[in-house]
């Protein structure tokens, strides 16, 4: 079994960020600018943006954030989307999800313009995604598919069961490694709440994409030998010996499927690195006008 | 086994179209239009463009032809489009494809509003249907849900393979199929040219959607008993003993297959009768503004 390595592989890839951001900056340009805006006190959005925030500084990205209050109203937040669609110094923002009840998030998304949604939210962009025009990607499933691509993992023709149905996961990714292109090919089929045979389909895939939200749920007896798992899960569970009360596990249980399988990320360090990293990488697409230019 | 006889419920769901219009025109308001953009002399466009033109004279609707040279530049196309998407007086419009070569269809489909795209082609729509919000959905798979419903087939958690990717049939139906919703909520695997085992795949589906453009391709022995058949295909195969010295056949063996299956759609007069009739029902719900009213 060969661990993904997430972490190791974000850092080197925003290492390559790096030097092309500095290899512009030299020529008197200005830097890539992404913006985060957050309402509210939410503590998990809290510490993903300033993971994000972070990250921005290591590539050598500006970076801004706007913390609204949790009472801030629908409309002042829609005017500020205004403002940051106009602002020519601004290359991609995004909206931390989720957002307090009083405002809806599908009007934020639309509000948004496709040219600097760098989530890679908005429908238009998930359209041109679906249909193979260049498309700011969802940012989890583009960490997924450099995952694949930088550990030269084969997917064309392999059996893929896409574990979940998710606006932001389990329907991109489907998508994406069905579609022509390397990764992709490969034969996807998408399990949900409704699907039977779950555990029997998982048991005959050659790539699991574990996107369901439920500690553990994929066990050894439903992975053939060999096959590669991506656990894209990040559940907490309640842990006394840890200082926070809590730890991270995935959607998979990891101890007993890593010594069956050829490939598997970790929980913590292994999707959710690289999600942090395909946000950089579109806002980078969104600076050189690689997807609208 | 049940033909499922998509020519005689596309004049039922037209028929009842017709009603709702006359309820609308009694009451003063126009009716529906829908404009037709034709570029040159292909033979099938002209055919498909004219059955368009006599379903809405059969439902009521205006609908306007515009029959473009051959030679039609690119810019002069998208002048119409852009005519067409501020005229307040048209419902929806589409730009039949195949268009000559030397126009990009990428560029004249994202011309075109997507408050209009009742074929469902723009990536607007695409993402919106995708992700579960109002839209105007691709024609051929609205079509087929409509049939799957008005046969109360049930869909919820069967195993259904879809046979093609493409942006226009397979993808679209693949996703449709697989998300919340009755016909809905079914285990889909789309397979394609890099898929393996694709005879044995079908042999275990629930539901088989063929939308590969290969004459006969599915097989009676890729045909599990008392499946449901859709057949997409509609492929031009010789036949010196008819005058047009061709007929048209499916991507199923239907005699063999007809035998073995539970529901079957028949070529001619299944899926595509009912491809013209979702083209007026989304045409109706612009008209309506229940997608983006």
Redesign the interface.
Known sequence: MELIDGKALALQIQSELKDQVEAYTLTGKRPPHLVAVLVGENPASRSYVRNKIRSCERVGYRSTLHHLEEDTSQDALLALIDQLNKDKEVDGFIIQLPLPRHIDP?AVILAIAPEKDVDGF????????????S?YHPATPLGIMEMLRRYNIDT??K?CVVLG?S?IVG?PIS?ML??KGNPG????????S???DISS?CAQADIIIAAIGIPNFVKSNMVKPGAVIIDVGINRVEDASKKSGYRLVGDVDFEAVAEKCSFITPVPGGVGPMTVTALLLNTWKSYTGEVYG
């Not at 429908?123 to 025009?133: A, E, K």
């Not at 090919?185 to 949900?192: E, P, S, Y």
């Open positions: 599908t908005h429908p238009t962009n998930f359209g041109r995604m679906t249909q193979g025009l498309a064309s023709g059996d149905r606006n329907r998508i069905s579609s090919n490969a034969t996807v089929t998408v399990l949900h409704k699907s039977k389909r």
